[in-house]
């Protein structure tokens, strides 16, 4: 069975910063089953990122996926207010079908 | 666009079966797979499963024992029964559009927006 774990599990950074989330699974993943998701209070996760690399349609360039194997990261390269959430991301596969991580919440510092 | 509406009952009873539909509007239910998510207050994502315009089904496997999933293609929806609710149940459940090839994962591009069900007596 596939564990995605998600580091760190809460990230302090300030607007215009830059953001390195880690998505670390506990068996190789084909990056073209990666996903991200970005996730505010009371509100529905939105698909940032497919593919570990591509981004899902009206999300801004700042957002950037990578990775491969078992390690997979989503950066933010300048922060902007809008972005402060939670992150999670997510495995197509086969055993199991799907799983999230466990997000990563990032603050305003 | 494409929207999805959750709707059901907010609140079941412990032993009962949480039943719950979501309605696909704006667009054809054909050809996708649709998946049904849960969060617990102040928790993460939780996938449940997922069904196929044809009705073959992927169920996570700690839930696959009480989860059935169905599709009504003439009236654009699918539904989910949990049977044998306990207050372990209690969440936010999603419905949500995965879209994808062989060999490639587009993600889960549509959500609705969530409705809360509670297990209590």
């Known amino acids: 069975e596939i564990v995605l774990t998600q580091s760190p599990g809460t990230l302090s950074l300030s607007p215009g910063e830059r953001a390195t989330l880690s998505c670390r699974a506990s068996?190789?993943?084909?990056?073209?089953?990666l996903a991200w998701y970005q996730q505010k209070p009371g509100q529905a996760p939105r698909l940032l990122i497919y593919?570990?690399?591509s981004r899902a349609t009206g999300i801004p360039d700042r957002f950037s996926g990578s990775g491969s194997g078992t390690d997979f990261t989503l950066t933010i390269s300048r922060l902007e207010p809008e972005d402060f959430a939670v992150y999670y991301c997510?495995?197509?596969?086969?055993?199991?079908?799907?799983?999230f991580g466990q997000g990563t919440k990032l603050e305003i510092k | 666009q494409v929207q999805l509406q959750e709707s059901g009952p907010g609140l079941v009873k412990p032993s009962e079966t949480l039943s719950l539909t979501c309605t696909v509007s704006?667009?054809?239910?054909?050809?996708?797979?649709w998946s049904w998510i849960r969060q617990p207050a102040g928790k993460g994502l939780e996938w449940i499963g997922r069904?196929?315009?044809?009705?073959?089904?992927n169920y996570n496997p700690s839930l696959k024992s009480r989860v059935t999933m169905s599709v009504d293609t003439s009236k654009n929806q699918f539904s989910l029964k949990l049977s044998s609710v306990t207050a372990a149940d209690t969440a936010v459940y999603y419905c949500?559009?995965?879209?994808?090839?062989?060999?490639?994962?587009?993600?889960?591009?549509?959500w609705g927006q969530g409705t809360t069900v509670t297990v209590s007596s």
């Open positions: 068996q190789s993943v084909s990056s073209s089953y």
């Open positions: 949500a559009r995965e879209d994808g090839i062989v060999g490639y994962y587009y993600g889960m591009d549509v």
């Open positions: 704006g667009g054809s239910i054909s050809s996708y797979y």
């Open positions: 069904i196929y315009t044809s009705g073959s089904t």
């Open positions: 593919g570990a690399s």
């Open positions: 997510q495995q197509y596969g086969s055993s199991p079908p799907s799983t």
